[in-house]
């Protein structure tokens, strides 16, 4: 319970797509509400897309139309796909989970998360 691995970083142009998976431990993925953060150098964890157990979605401001989460209950696996990519998105990319099957409304802050992932790394380039 609780283990959580990311993958699908990587160095890409602007405008370009990424798509980051993260293989949850267990039935995490379809139970507990889950959630993409972000952390660029120098600056604080943020919150980027959430998603209940029901599916229920909703993302930061500065990634809406652009990014997409989901999930595959049946693989167990987290999901952001991220289009149009700007060089501000630049950061390591965590994948989290809570111990809550709803997201509350504070769904995009770090203390509503018990389980994290190590990271995986985002380049955007000008």
């Known amino acids: 319970q609780g283990q959580l691995v990311e993958s699908g970083g990587g160095s890409v142009q602007a405008g370009g797509s990424l798509r980051l998976s993260c293989a949850a431990s267990?039935?995490?993925?379809?139970?507990?509400?889950m959630a993409w953060f972000r952390q660029a150098p120098g600056k604080e964890r943020e919150g980027v897309a959430a998603?209940?157990?029901?599916?229920?979605?909703s993302y930061a401001d500065s990634v809406k139309g652009r990014f997409t989460i989901s999930k595959d209950n049946a693989k167990n696996t987290l999901y952001l796909q991220m289009n149009s990519l700007k060089p501000d998105d630049t950061a390591m990319y965590y994948c989290?989970?809570?111990?809550?099957?709803?997201?509350?409304?504070?769904?995009?802050?770090?203390?509503?998360?018990?389980?994290w992932g190590q990271g995986t790394q985002v380049t955007v380039s000008s």
């Open positions: 998603i209940s157990k029901y599916g229920t979605t």
């Open positions: 267990g039935n995490t993925a379809s139970s507990y509400c």
């Open positions: 989290a989970a809570s111990l809550e099957s709803r997201c509350p409304p504070t769904r995009l802050a770090r203390s509503v998360y018990t389980y």
